[in-house]
T-cell receptor
């Protein structure tokens, strides 16, 4: 069966450090992988999309990598700030739906 | 200027009642979805509609009945509510169906409707 696993349920880091989140998948052959951010009491918000032929994508302090051989994506938040505290979800398309991992909750301490 | 709006935001009701959640999007998207997020925060798709046609029903009990009167609206009616229905329900939309082979489709979500069944 298809699975999307985000390895850490929670990640606590010091302000200014880099947070690295992992998303692994099985039984998917994705052409794209997406990352979303969810704040408490709100819906997920799209952050970044990376295609299978792209190794890396950047947006401001965010960086995403995609390794289709390892079936893994890494999501990095560099120079983290308390405002980056949220739950981050990876998502894959397939079978006419977008399926999500369970998310990793990042807390950035000032 | 809310892109995807859901009402109500909170709903508290007794077991056995029937309730509805409404969703509207003003993005001009053709596809709309209902997702359920349980107490463990796992986001699971329930239904998707493309141009008012049902394309995904993810083995949801038939007490849940979605209705799409037009492509800008997707409502969710729940009959005979059970304790296990307590969750946050999210509506979302995209231009084309995610995973439908038309290229990458990013979802825009509403703020969620928190349903509590007592």
């Amino acid at each position: 069966s298809q699975k999307i696993e985000q390895n850490s349920e929670a990640l606590n880091i010091q302000e200014g450090k880099t947070a690295t989140l992992t998303c692994n998948y099985t039984n998917y052959s994705p052409a794209y992988l997406q990352w979303y951010r969810q704040d408490p009491g709100r819906g997920p918000v799209f952050l970044l999309l990376i295609r299978e032929n792209e190794k890396e994508k950047r947006k401001e302090r965010l960086k995403v990598t995609f390794d289709t051989t390892l079936k893994q994506s890494l999501f990095h938040i560099t120079a983290s700030q308390p405002a980056d505290s949220a739950t981050y979800l990876c998502a894959l398309e397939g079978d006419y739906k977008l399926s999500f991992g369970a998310g990793t909750t990042v807390t950035v301490r000032a | 200027d809310t892109a995807v709006s859901q009402t109500p935001k909170y709903l508290v009701t007794q077991m056995g009642n029937d309730k509805s959640i409404k969703c509207e999007q003003n993005l001009g998207h053709d596809t709309m979805y209902w997702y359920k997020q349980d107490s463990k925060k796992f986001l699971k798709i329930m239904f998707s509609y493309n141009n008012k046609e049902l394309i995904i029903n993810e083995t949801v009990p038939n007490r849940f009945s979605p209705k799409s009167p037009d492509k800008a609206h997707l409502n969710l009616h729940i009959n005979s509510l059970e304790l296990g229905d307590s969750a946050v329900y999210f509506c979302a939309s995209s231009q084309d169906p995610a995973g439908g082979g038309s290229g990458a489709n990013v979802l825009t979500f509403g703020a969620g409707s928190r349903l509590t069944v007592l």
